[in-house]
């Protein structure tokens, strides 16, 4: 059966561009073409599909509702192609490259990405570590590691733990007053009161805390940075148990009470819908779903 109609693969290419950059001279530089060239490429593409697909400005270019649709589909339509190619060739598996939040990183990825590699010597791993929600769709990832409810427009996410919380706190500074049931910890510091999780943990636990305020700390962030403060004694830190069992083990932190909420969201592996037949991305999301799986196993 022959295929339907499709435009200049040349045309696709440099509109793409030219959508991703708002700028035909952006575009051209990328692909390193004259401006001239670009524009002449562009209005084959609308001549062929009837009708306009960026509405020119001074400063650049907008889309169409039109040229949105079209090129949405094309840059997914690209990167397959761009996939198969690379994999024909042998070299989509050279380097994979991830962007990872912080306490998953360090917490659970750090002490297990080696046994990755060896398994797949042929794929080496690169990891940018940040809190920032990096754009999959630019090509500079391959996948993310991102903590939230999984839904991410063009997006395939896939559920590695659930984010499971409760305060923990420094042997010490829990011995420093009574801590017999959960209001007590009111009469604690409390790192980053402001947090959502503190409330749910309250609500849950049948504490009104609607009046704390005076032993309020700073927010820190990231879990990791909040777990250092509560192990120098700083205060009391809402964290997730599951990933800083050493430092139970090793009496660095301590959780008063068995009570641990989930406010639904999680810890996701997520990749470009039109990345999913890429084999490198497929290798890794196996592993890391096999390795969240043993893990929640054992700390079930």
Known sequence: MARPDIPPLSAMRVAEAAARHRNFTAAADEL???????????????????????????????LTSVGHVLTSRASEALDILADAYADARGTSDATLVMSIIPTFATNFLAERI????LSEPDIAVRIEIGEALVDLSAGDFDLAIRGGLGKWEGMKAHLLLPTLFSPMLSPALAKSGELSKPADLLNLPILSEDDPWWRQWFDEAGVDHSCHSENTRQ???????????????????????????????????????ELTCHDGSGYWVVYPESRRNSGKIRKFVRWILNETEMFQSNTS
């Open 219 to 257: 927010p820190f962030g990231s879990q990791i940075i909040e777990a250092s403060a509560a192990i120098a004694g700083q205060g009391v830190a809402m964290l997730s148990p599951a990933f800083f069992q050493k430092q139970v083990q090793r009496r660095e932190l301590v959780q008063p009470f």
């Open 114 to 117: 080696g046994t990755f590699q």
């Open 32 to 62: 390193g073409m004259t401006q001239a060239a670009v524009s002449y490429q562009i209005k084959i593409l609308e001549e062929r599909v009837g009708t306009a697909l960026f509405e020119r400005h001074a400063r650049g270019v907008s």
